[in-house]
Each structure stands twice: as structure tokens, then as C-alpha cells.
């Protein structure tokens, strides 16, 4: 019997899913608690209960495996499904659902723990830093962006630049309480705080750029 996967045309048993995630899981929780340098391939394997070998047939070095966790993170809080506009779709009930998403993926204790590891590494690696911005925020706000275009196209938006628009979104969003909370003076907003300071990002945003 042939080693190939019909899959992926790759030589070897399919990657298993579950491992893959255990991978992720363990690779989040390690780059948390030991930064980047600190953490390593034999780390990740032994906390993830599989092979060294298993985390390399997945993952072809560190720096991979640190951008696919970052983009898991983000992915399992705002799916990109969820930047889209259908026929059926009102138009600020869809940001507000992306508003609702983003802020509960940046106040989560995760992503407050990442965003620090990348400040304090961002003079030593910047490479990790273009890692981090390219596997989350950059992908999430191209998102946005296709999503504003269509919304430009459809007559509801007036847009000369989308992803200024787009930056200009989860900019209101984030908000100076976000770097607050990031150095520790203040906690993350609750439900109805966060909720209020949605509707009203939504609303400002959709006078700034009504047709």
C-alpha cells in the first residue's frame, strides 16, 4: 500500500485533527507562560501528549506553529463567516455582531496575555511581532474589509478607503480602556458596558460614512 496521502499528495498517514488542536492548545498555553524563545518544539510535543515528530508533520518550525495559534485564537472568536453581508442581512446588525465578537476576543485573558508577550518581545524579535500582526490582526481587518467594499457596493456605504474605514472600526472599538486594561489599571469592560459602547461605535461609524 502506497504511503501518500489522496488527500494532500503528502507521503505519510492524514493528519489528525485532534492533534492538531492539541498542538494549538498546548502551543497557546507554553507561548503564554514562556514567551517565544522559551518555549520549544519538545515542550509543545510533551504538553500535547504526541511525538516531537507529530508537531513538525503539522507544523513545520516554531514560527509557523506561533502564527497558526495566534490565527486559531482569532478564528475561534471572530470566523471569518461572520464577515459577510447577505441579501437578508441588516447592515448595522452585522457590525454590531462583529463589534460584540472583537471586543470579547480582545478582553479575553488570552489575548490581553499575547498582546503583552508581543510588546515585551517586539524590540528583541520583530520578525515574531510581523508574525503576530500578519496572523491576527492584519487578517481580521482585510476581512473588514471585504466586507465594507460590499457594503460600498450595495449603495450603504460611502468609501473612498475601506481599510482606513476598517482600522478606523475596531480603532473606536478598542478605545483608550483597552490600553488600560492592557498595563493593568483597569479590568476588561463588562456585558453591559461592552454592549452600549458597540451600539455606539455602530452608530457614529454609519453617520461618518452614511451615502
Not at 88 to 97: F, G, I, K, N
Request: hydrophobic share 45%.
Amino acid at each position: 500500500m502506497s504511503d501518500n496521502d489522496p488527500q494532500t499528495g503528502l507521503r505519510g498517514r492524514p493528519k489528525d485533527p485532534a492533534k492538531r488542536q492539541a498542538i494549538l492548545d498546548a502551543a497557546k498555553a507554553l507561548f503564554l507562560a514562556q514567551g517565544f524563545s522559551g518555549t520549544s518544539m519538545d515542550a509543545v510535543a510533551a504538553e500535547a501528549g504526541v511525538s516531537k515528530l507529530t508537531v513538525y508533520s503539522h507544523f513545520s518550525d516554531k514560527a509557523t506553529l506561533f502564527a497558526a495559534a495566534v490565527e486559531a485564537k482569532c478564528q475561534g472568536l471572530m470566523p471569518f463567516p461572520m464577515f459577510s453581508l447577505e441579501s437578508d442581512d441588516a447592515l448595522p446588525r452585522v457590525l454590531e455582531r462583529i463589534g460584540h465578537a472583537f471586543m470579547e476576543l480582545i478582553n479575553s485573558e488570552e489575548a490581553i496575555g499575547l498582546e503583552r508577550l508581543m510588546t515585551s518581545l517586539a524590540s528583541q524579535d520583530p520578525e515574531m511581532a510581523r508574525l503576530f500582526f500578519e496572523a491576527g490582526p492584519e487578517r481580521t481587518l482585510k476581512e473588514m474589509e471585504r466586507l465594507l467594499i460590499t457594503a460600498g457596493d450595495q449603495g450603504l456605504l460611502a468609501l473612498d478607503d475601506p481599510w482606513g474605514a476598517a482600522e478606523l472600526f475596531f480603532g473606536m472599538l478598542q478605545s483608550c480602556r483597552h490600553m488600560q486594561v492592557l498595563i493593568g489599571c483597569a479590568q476588561p469592560p463588562g456585558q453591559a458596558e461592552t454592549e452600549a459602547h458597540v451600539r455606539e461605535v455602530v452608530r457614529v461609524f454609519l453617520r461618518g460614512y452614511a451615502p
